[in-house]
């Protein structure tokens, strides 16, 4: 806003370093926006499904024209994409945020759990399971197993790391983080917001249930 | 075939008992031809997907005709339901083996847990888990969220049991069960023939992640 006035006003003269604060405005304001459509999708995909949603219904949820949505997105695909990589990236944070912790990588392991929880359980959780499942084109599939590998070997190497601190039990890495990935993801599949039962509820008896084991100790 | 001789040959008399065996012989012959006809299906619907699958490919498969596969289901819809039946009634069989037995629940619920490995790494689990994504009819749908749901509360009352003999520590059952399940049902989106490895080893990490926890005891 600011940026269009400074252009559109002959007399009031932008400095320098006025001129950067607005066009950094103008990238937030965008990026805001940007985020509005995301979220929008997000929520219609998983109350209606990919398929039964058009970017016209989302445009519309928005009140804007189709094409302003595509002036954030090239197409639904590439929305339903953004989806996923937006949930993905609040576990991937919850990763980088414990790299240079001094806990034990089990603590680090149930404070990734507790984010992955809350990811799921947010409007992106459905497009973070169900992305795969939609027919997407070859590329994009391979651009939706790429990231999820990254999430699942960050997974692994705390598993791993566990052994080697002590903190964790021996066990095979790879089984056992399907196993927490598993439990995690079907999350989508039976969580309902307000349905007394809060993201923070779930997190701590997951982490429960894979840290202390059914057996009484 | 036996009973099909009996009426034909004119002369030869089916005595009472004969008679009745060559019946059994053929509700036999028919039951194996219905379960040949569902675990074809449930192969092409895990290789290329329900919607990708048409009743003329699984003829085809079965060198038998069209109209030879709807003798034994109505419709595709219902040869999808035959499939996810089939792969739940493994694990219900698990869970109904164990009710007359002495083991503490915990011990039951770990064989519970092998059988349901081993029902979602064989060709029916794709059909167990991605059933409900297929757009089926409200009637199907409801039928197939009953059949779920018996699984669910069989292993519920397994986490309840447990906490009441002693062999299960205090836990949530809701949220236990579904963690449970959720770990279970992933391993159809993971597991694949003949990678190096087998159900019972996966089968046993997963019980042992559960029984165990991640903390060294």
Chains 1, 2 share one sequence.
Not at 182 to 191: F, T
Request: proline letters at 3%; a positive charge; glycine letters at 8%.
């Amino acid at each position: 806003m600011a940026g269009r006035q400074a252009r559109k006003g002959g007399p009031q003269r932008a400095s320098g370093p006025a001129l950067w604060a607005s066009v950094g405005a103008r990238v937030r304001d965008r990026e805001r926006k940007r985020d509005a459509v995301i979220m929008t999708a997000a929520r219609a995909f998983r109350e209606r499904g990919y398929h039964n949603t058009s970017l016209d219904d989302i445009a519309s949820e928005l009140n804007v024209t189709k094409p302003t949505v595509y002036h954030y997105v090239e197409n639904k695909e590439q929305l339903l994409f953004e989806c996923f990589r937006a949930g993905l990236k609040l576990i991937m944070d919850g990763i980088e945020e414990q790299q240079d912790s001094q806990a034990t990588a089990r603590e680090r392991l149930a404070a990734v759990i507790a984010r992955y929880a809350e990811a799921i359980t947010s409007d992106f959780g459905w497009c973070m399971v169900q992305a795969e499942n939609q027919d997407l084109s070859p590329a994009m599939s391979r651009k939706v197993k790429a990231l999820k590998s990254e999430i699942d070997q960050g997974m692994r190497h705390l598993l791993k790391e566990g052994q080697l601190d002590g903190s964790i039990r021996k066990c095979d890495p790879k089984i056992t983080a399907f196993a927490l990935a598993g439990a995690l993801n079907w999350i989508a599949y039976w969580y309902r917001d307000g349905a007394g039962l809060s993201p923070a509820d779930v997190a701590k008896t997951f982490i429960e249930t894979f840290e202390l084991g059914l057996r009484p100790r």
